[in-house]
């Protein structure tokens, strides 16, 4: 079944994960409200048919949460523990917030999303920007593939060679190709009447549905109640 | 039309730019889960490496609000990746400090672009404030999310109010330094290929 949502639900989600992920939990319930906000955005995504991701990220934040509870504790020491202690924060703290923006980020289209931050009386310019910046990350990780392949077939690897031209050899080709896929997007942008001075109107009609509002107040309960439960008992 | 605004070419420069710089940060951000002290060394390395893209985009502003307007997305995706709403108007602050820097060289003066270069990266200073305004429960709360002691004490001892001023400063200074690095390496590749 698929359930698709408002962009403004999605920012929304997003917006209230980054809160609860900052605020640190520290009791089991805590813990709990936490780890079902993270699975919301995994069914999402299995929802959508986007398997391999969902699997994914599952996998990556089951294995860091089953670590930390289990096998790590404030006495271990030693390099291996510190990398695995490192690698189990990184993913527990930042990883809700990523599967939300990850989510929210492959399922919108982007004229929904102008069309909601229309909706929202964002200004054009914050927009766009953002619009841009959400669409380059898998264009950037695309590019930095060819380009590592490419350096792979002249010989240029990591651990040979220092540091510097490592940095510089995958960097430079990558703004290039960068600079050049911003010129064709501007191309294409001004066809689509960005920046005119009309007030654009949009093919999709954006409109809130039950599963938008359903969604909307389960994650400001889980929100009110994790800030309750940290912060008032 | 008029010149003087920002049209939709300038902010799909800026988004170009702005996802290049996170993803040198979060690059940067990763070494730093190895051992706290390299969270400290972000001030030398994200404004190092971070100059390239930087000096990139400073050839192409050339309209108040670029820079501004960058630091404005910086500081959503900061909050949105989870580094707190604390450090958000620091970040906006430094953005709209740098470009008024670089808006008074006309964005041609290269000494004013070294200086603003310096002011902008004080947003990498920002990602520490949440660690030396609430170091106390920041610090307890670490611990009881599976950090270690070990890694905590060496965080507390190499960010807190005593070397914050420090890291500012070393911030700065390593700004204006990766901008004169950043802007050869401009020159070396772009300005000949004529790209710039």
Sequence with gaps: ?233 | MNSSKLQAKDFITIGIFTALLIVVEFLCGMLGYIHPYIVASYVILIPIVGSIPMMLFYTKVEKFGMISIMSVLLAIIMFVLGMGYLGAPLIIAAGVAADLIARSGKYKSFKKTILSHGVFCLWICANYFPVIVTADSYREDLIKEGYSTEYCDNLFRAINSKTISVLLILCFVFGCIGAVIGKKVVKKHFEKAGIV
Excluded at chain 1, 28 to 43: D, E, F, Q, S, V
Excluded at chain 1, 111 to 122: D, R, V, Y
Excluded at chain 1, 162 to 177: D, G, H, T, Y
Excluded at chain 1, 179 to 191: K, M, P
């Design chain 1, 1 to 233: 079944m698929r359930i698709t949502l408002d962009p403004r639900t999605k920012l929304f989600m997003v917006l209230i994960v980054s809160m609860v992920v900052l605020m640190p939990a520290t009791t089991p319930l805590l813990w709990g409200i936490r780890i079902c906000m993270t699975m919301i955005p995994i069914l999402l995504l299995l929802s959508e048919k986007r398997y391999a991701s969902a699997i994914r990220f599952l996998i990556f934040y089951g294995v860091a949460l089953i670590l930390t509870f289990f096998f790590l504790s404030k006495e271990s020491q030693g390099i291996l523990s510190a990398i695995l202690i490192g690698y189990c924060g990184i993913v527990v703290q930042f990883m809700p917030g990523i599967i939300t923006a990850w989510y929210c980020v492959r399922t919108t289209k982007i004229g929904e999303f102008m069309s909601a931050m229309q909706k929202m009386h964002i200004p054009d310019g914050i927009a766009i920007s953002l619009a841009v910046v959400m669409r380059f990350f898998p264009t950037i990780k695309e590019e930095y593939g060819s380009i590592r392949d490419a350096m792979k077939m002249r010989g240029i690897m990591f651990g040979g060679g220092n540091a510097l031209r490592m940095v510089e050899f995958r960097m430079i080709p990558l703004l290039f190709s960068c600079v050049n896929i911003g010129d064709e997007l501007s191309a294409a942008a001004i066809t689509r009447g960005l920046g005119g001075k009309v007030r654009r109107t949009s093919v999709v009609e954006l409109k809130l549905h039950a599963q938008d509002v359903i969604l909307m107040m389960l994650f400001t309960a889980a929100l009110l109640v994790f800030v309750f439960f940290k912060y008032f008992r």
